[in-house]
Nanobody, 119 residues
Framework: QGQLVESGGGLVQAGGSLRLSCTISISMYSLNSMAWYRQAPGKTRELVAE???????NYADSVKGRFTISSDNAKNMLYLHMHSLKPEDTAVYYC?????????????WGQGTLVTVSS
């Protein structure tokens, strides 16, 4: 099993909500940033939301006001709360985390979870 494991994907109607979860098997306190990316069919992977150590969060313009990234360090979990879903949100969603080390950056990816939004 990988160090990042996503869950919570599925089929939802447009306008609906989903919560994606990412179980992180790395000390959350050692992480520099955590993020959610997505890749739609035929498209490149894109950043959806990220949270940086210290608490700031950034969102893609396409999801601002609809998606919220959050984490629970005590549970080693990262979440993506998605509301007002649109068909164009259909994609495989990936959890990402990285550590800044003296020798470089360690980057970790989950295996992805599919979100399908029907019109």
């Amino acid at each position: 099993q990988g160090q990042l494991v996503e869950s919570g994907g599925g089929l939802v109607q447009a306008g609906g909500s989903l919560r994606l979860s990412c179980t992180i098997s790395i000390s959350m306190y050692s992480l520099n940033s955590m993020a959610w990316y997505r890749q739609a069919p035929g498209k490149t992977r894109e950043l959806v939301a990220e949270t940086i150590s210290g608490g700031s969060a950034n969102y893609a313009d396409s999801v601002k006001g609809r998606f919220t990234i959050s984490s629970d360090n005590a549970k080693n979990m990262l979440y993506l709360h998605m509301h007002s879903l649109k068909p164009e949100d259909t994609a495989v969603y990936y959890c990402y985390a990285d550590q800044k080390m003296s020798t470089g950056t360690n980057a970790y990816w989950g295996q992805g979870t599919l979100v399908t939004v029907s019109s």
